[in-house]
């Protein structure tokens, strides 16, 4: 069982997961798994949602022969700053339980990355960001879990069920909750 980061500073949130609590119910976050690609305490915070895609690929928006090899990949709902403009991220596994994110790479170095060894490519329309404070204060009033990013769950799973795959490991109860359906009362 994975017990939660329960203390915020700099060094512990960047290249660390958020789990959206089952209570976060609103259009972006609801059950959302974030990735955070940078943090401070004097700027704000910035993440990627990574288990929200959208039904279309990047070959539905570039049709250049130059980005053949970009045509296949989903593009996600990265967050709702942005989100009219197309970027890509290369994320890296440095340990089975971190990751490193190159963030908003062009379309050009995300083809040249594209099939090399420990390279996963994501396509992203827009990013989630914190004012400075904002996310202390929506981890104090418990909005957010905090959580090492395992590579195999965070890269390989479905989009589906990443946030209750990553929830099930915080606790007895959280595994329980993880099972319930986005809307219990129509069962």
């Known amino acids: 069982m994975h017990t939660p980061i329960t203390t915020f500073s700099d060094a512990n949130i960047a ?3 958020l789990l959206a609590d089952p209570s976060l119910r609103d259009g972006y976050f609801d059950r959302s798994v974030i990735y955070m690609v940078d943090h401070s305490i004097d700027q704000g915070s910035l993440g990627l949602i990574l288990n929200k895609p959208t039904p279309r ?7 250049s022969e130059q980005f053949k090899k970009l045509a296949h990949l ?7 700053v942005d989100n009219d403009q197309m970027f890509f991220a290369n994320f890296e596994c440095i340990e089975p339980n971190q990751l490193s994110c190159e963030f908003r790479l062009s379309a050009e170095r995300a083809t040249e990355l594209i099939g ?3 390279a996963h490519i994501r396509a992203f329309v827009g990013h ?9 204060e929506e981890f104090e009033r418990h909005a957010w879990f905090l959580r090492n990013a395992p590579a195999r769950l965070t890269l390989e799973s479905n989009n589906e069920i990443i946030w209750q795959e990553l929830l099930q490991d915080l606790s007895p109860f959280h595994h329980i909750i ?7 009362f129509l069962n």
């Open 15 to 17: 290249e660390n997961l």
């Open 57 to 63: 690929t990047v070959g539905d928006l570039i049709s």
């Open 74 to 80: 989903p593009i996600h709902m990265g967050g709702p």
């Open 116 to 118: 090399k060894p420990n």
């Open 128 to 136: 989630s960001a914190w004012t400075v404070g904002q996310l202390e």
């Open 178 to 184: 993880s099972l319930t359906p986005k809307d219990p």
